[in-house]
């Protein structure tokens, strides 16, 4: 045995009515969805609040050496001084001055 459901007429006026919730419903979802927004973009990572200094980059040993070596090449250290800097980044005892 089946239950017939009869729906009944609203009329114009109820149908005005239902119109006008939906409607706002709608406003309401657009007005949330763009309040969001702004909220979204930062914990997303799209917008930088504050400031943070970059992270310090170290030279290798390796830029280390050519650097020293860029310096000695042209004229801004002496020999000498390439040797000592270049013993102490390696570890290596410096050079022993001549003695005369």
């Given at each position: 045995m089946g239950w017939r459901v009869f729906a009944q007429d609203p009329g114009p006026g109820s149908v005005k009515a239902?119109?006008?919730?939906?409607?706002?419903?709608?406003s309401c979802s657009?007005?949330?969805?763009l309040?969001?927004?702004p909220l979204a973009a930062v914990l997303g990572g799209c917008i930088d609040i504050g400031s943070h200094q970059p992270?310090?980059?170290?030279p290798t040993l390796g830029q280390q050496l050519i650097d020293l070596q860029k310096a000695r090449d042209q004229g801004a250290i002496s020999q000498r001084d390439y040797e000592i800097e270049r013993a102490k980044l390696m570890n290596l005892q410096p050079p022993v001055a001549s003695i005369r």
């Open positions: 239902v119109n006008n919730t939906l409607q706002m419903k709608k657009r007005l949330l969805f309040a969001a927004l992270a310090l980059v170290h």
